[in-house]
């Protein structure tokens, strides 16, 4: 199935009064794709000399198209179409355009959520749409940062500072101390997404959650020190992910 999210067009045709002695044409036809294709003037009936800056048409602003969000199930089995149409619903319930970084998603099963090659969750949240909410949040914000190698690197190294020993491995870290550095950032901004999202209870509540399930240690560091995180997140131009402005680049 697959869900398009709208496209914003801007009015774009301008006619441009012909004079008694000038018949110009539409000088800004275009397509639906907002690509000028068509600057056509007709001098057939022109006998003096005109001045052509007046007939440039006028200045059009760069507008941002979004590709439409694919949701597909891996295995096509009933819990996996549940939460497909969970998501789906979440999606169209909420404006999420300015996390979505990737419009591929898959629902599996049998696979961790993870961000790469391609968006994957499960189906344990078929009855806890905020949890499922925040790690299709969670992964698409991984995308985000692999963006921004440079930056994400460079606040991981601030990170090891304010965190020297961090723990590997669950439930309590990541794969690796790198990997632990990264989930802070993560999961950070997890959180702030999830506060323009769902409202301040039900973030508390999800990331109560979190911290008693996976990255115990990464989600209870992000409640005890959200702001020590936000300054590393704004010293490094991490701190505002918008995919809406991304995207239109």
């Known amino acids: 199935m697959l869900i ?9 045709t301008q006619r441009i009064p012909p004079t008694s002695d ?3 044409t539409d000088p800004t036809e275009v397509d639906d794709c ?7 003037i007709d001098t057939t009936a022109i006998e003096h000399p005109l001045d052509r800056s007046a007939l440039a048409p006028p200045s059009i602003a760069t507008v941002a198209f979004e590709s439409p969000l694919t949701i597909r ?3 096509n089995s009933a819990p996996e179409i549940a939460t497909k149409a969970q998501l789906e619903r979440l999606i169209a319930t909420h404006d999420l355009r300015q996390w979505t970084f990737t419009h591929e998603v898959v629902i599996d ?13 499960h189906t344990r949240h078929l009855k806890q749409d905020d949890e499922l909410l925040s790690t299709y949040l969670h992964e698409q914000l991984h995308w985000f940062l692999t963006r921004h190698p440079e930056q994400t690197k460079a606040a991981e190294a601030d990170l090891a500072k304010l965190y020297p020993n961090v ?3 669950y439930p309590q870290g990541a794969n690796d101390t790198e990997s632990t550095y990264l989930h802070l950032l993560v999961c950070r901004l997890e959180q702030q997404a999830d506060l323009a999202v769902i409202g301040e209870q039900r973030t508390a509540d999800a990331m109560q959650f979190w911290a008693g399930d996976h990255y115990r240690w990464v989600y209870r560091a992000v409640l005890a020190d959200g702001a020590k995180i ?5 010293r490094r131009g991490l701190a505002d992910p918008d995919a809406r402005i991304a995207n239109s680049r």
């Open 230 to 234: 936000d300054e590393i997140l704004r």
């Open 34 to 40: 907002d690509h000028l294709i068509r600057d056509v």
């Open 22 to 24: 000038q018949m110009i």
């Open 109 to 121: 099963e049998k696979s961790i959520p993870h961000s790469h090659p391609v968006l994957t969750v």
């Open 4 to 12: 398009s999210v709208s496209a914003r067009f801007a009015p774009l």
């Open 167 to 169: 723990p590997v491995g």
């Open 73 to 75: 199930t891996a295995h």
